[in-house]
């Protein structure tokens, strides 16, 4: 058996995060024995683990609630869950689009940066002169 220590040490999670998340009812209620110890299931220790993870990809406080509460529901209401999972897919699919184009501009800014410099010394570039970076093909 897993203790609150061991389950913020698995997922690299604190104890009082793992509290805050039951408390605020991100996760479902923690099962507990009859030492007042939480029991810490497959499911309990699936939910952590998406709960974070979302979290980590952006997803807010009140969105994990309301994915949370979605899953007490029957029928359509409960599906609406994968339409949140949707929407930060997209949210995700989006950012990683932008780090895509920073990290290309950033490759063409290493691969160029000698041959700028050389350039500006000699006055073959200046500050009128110099490329238009919003125009450059990546």
Known sequence: ??????VAELFDISISTIRYYEKIGIIPPIERDENGYRI?????????????SLRNAGLSIE???????????QGEERKQQKQVLRDQL???D???AELQRVRKLLNYKIETY????AKFQTGE????TTEELWKVKL
């Open 114 to 117: 000698d041959e700028h410099l």
């Open 90 to 92: 997209q949210e995700i």
């Open 63 to 73: 969105s994990l609630q309301e994915f949370s509460r979605l899953s007490q529901k």
């Open 1 to 6: 058996m897993l203790s609150s220590k061991d």
């Open 40 to 52: 810490y299931t497959k499911s309990t220790l699936n939910w952590i683990y998406l709960m974070k």
């Open 94 to 96: 989006e950012k990683i």
């Open 125 to 128: 570039l200046t500050a009128v």
